[in-house]
């Protein structure tokens, strides 16, 4: 069994930043086997491809709302995902959740149909 667990979301003001944390764990999972994603769902709005990074982190690969702004790294060792956000604009608020997948290619997948474990979200919100 997979467990992915976001934390690090907030209130912040326009301009400011958050990073991020994706932790995961389970009995034989090892996220240096997988590329991890980062997704985000706004109220009312369809859950939309953020970031992703290979397994050896050595592609990542971003939408273009956050290119420039948004870094995504891993540290494999600590089984853990991270998701660096700065200049952050209000309509970056949303619930932000990371993502995998046995199926999930080091370039990685723009759908959420074809990833597998979901971690719960953490809340992001930007006040102007």
């Known amino acids: 069994q997979v467990q992915l667990v976001e934390s690090g979301g907030g209130l912040v003001q326009a301009g400011g930043s958050l990073r991020l944390s994706c932790a995961a764990s389970?009995?034989?999972?090892?996220?240096?086997?997988?590329?991890m994603s980062w997704f985000r769902q706004a109220p009312g709005k369809e859950r939309e491809f953020v970031a992703h990074?290979?397994?050896?982190?050595?592609?990542?690969y971003y939408a273009d709302s956050v290119k420039g702004r948004f870094t995504i790294s891993r540290d494999n060792a600590k089984n853990t995902v991270y998701l660096q956000m700065n200049s952050l604009k209000p309509e970056d608020t949303a619930v932000y959740y990371c993502?995998?997948?046995?199926?999930?290619?080091?370039?990685?997948?723009?759908?959420?149909?074809?990833?597998?474990?979901w971690g719960q979200g953490t809340q992001v919100t930007v006040s102007s």
């Open positions: 990074i290979s397994w050896t982190g050595g592609y990542t």
């Open positions: 993502a995998t997948g046995p199926g999930i290619t080091t370039s990685g997948a723009s759908s959420p149909a074809e990833y597998a474990y």
């Open positions: 389970g009995r034989t999972f090892s996220i240096s086997e997988y590329t």
